[in-house]
C-alpha cells in the first residue's frame, strides 16, 4: 500500500471515528438537537478535520526537512500546530452555523465557555493528529536511513571481498589445489 493510500484511509478512519462518538454521544444524551444537525455536524467536523490536515500535511512535507531536523523545524511545527487548530476552529464553527441555519433559519446561540472549549478541543485535535502524523514521518525516515546504511555497508563488504581475490595469486591458489 502506498504511503499516500494509507495517509486516507487513516485520514477517513481517524476523523471519522471521533465524529462517530460525537454523534453517538449527542444522540444518546437527547439533546434538543435534530438528528439531522447532528449528522450535519459531524460531517463538518469529518470535512473540517481533513481539510485542516491535508493543509498541515502539504506545509509540512514542504517546509520540514527530516534530514537535519534543528530547532527552526519545531518552531514551524508549532506554527503550523497554532493554525492548523486556529482553521480547523473556524472551519467547525463555519460548518456547525450553515448546517444549523439551512434547518432552523436562525443562527444558535452559544456561549463564550462553550467556544472556548471548542479551542481546547480543536488544539488537542490537532496536536495529537501531528503527533502521529510526525511519529508515522519519522519512523519512515528511520527505517529508510537504516536501510541505505545497511545497503553501503553490504556494498562496503563485497568491495572488499573482490579486492581479496584480485589479490589472491593465482599460482598459490593452483598450487594448492594441488596439494
Excluded: C, D
Excluded at 471521533?18 to 449527542?26: E, F, L, M, S, V
Excluded at 449528522?39 to 469529518?46: A, D, H, K
Excluded at 467556544?115 to 478541543?121: E, R
Amino acid at each position: 500500500m502506498t504511503n499516500k493510500k494509507l495517509f486516507w484511509i487513516l485520514q477517513f478512519f481517524g476523523w471519522g471515528s471521533i465524529a462517530g462518538i460525537n454523534i453517538w454521544g449527542k444522540l444518546v444524551t437527547r439533546t434538543e438537537l435534530s438528528k439531522l444537525y447532528i449528522y450535519l455536524e459531524g460531517f463538518g467536523f469529518i470535512l473540517s478535520g481533513i481539510l485542516t490536515t491535508l493543509f498541515i500535511r502539504k506545509y509540512l512535507k514542504k517546509q520540514i526537512t527530516f534530514n537535519k531536523f534543528q530547532s527552526i523545524e519545531i518552531k514551524k511545527i508549532l506554527i503550523s500546530l497554532l493554525f492548523g487548530s486556529i482553521a480547523f476552529y473556524f472551519l467547525l464553527l463555519f460548518f456547525s452555523y450553515i448546517s444549523y441555519y439551512i434547518l432552523n433559519n436562525t443562527i444558535p446561540k452559544v456561549t463564550n465557555l462553550q467556544h472556548l472549549s471548542t479551542i481546547l478541543n480543536s488544539f488537542i485535535f490537532i496536536l495529537f493528529w501531528m503527533l502521529f502524523y510526525l511519529s508515522i514521518k519519522i519512523s519512515q525516515k528511520f527505517r529508510k536511513n537504516k536501510i541505505e546504511k545497511l545497503e553501503l555497508e553490504t556494498s562496503l563488504k563485497e568491495s572488499q571481498l573482490n579486492t581479496l581475490i584480485g589479490q589472491i595469486n593465482p599460482h598459490f591458489m593452483f598450487n594448492s589445489l594441488n596439494n
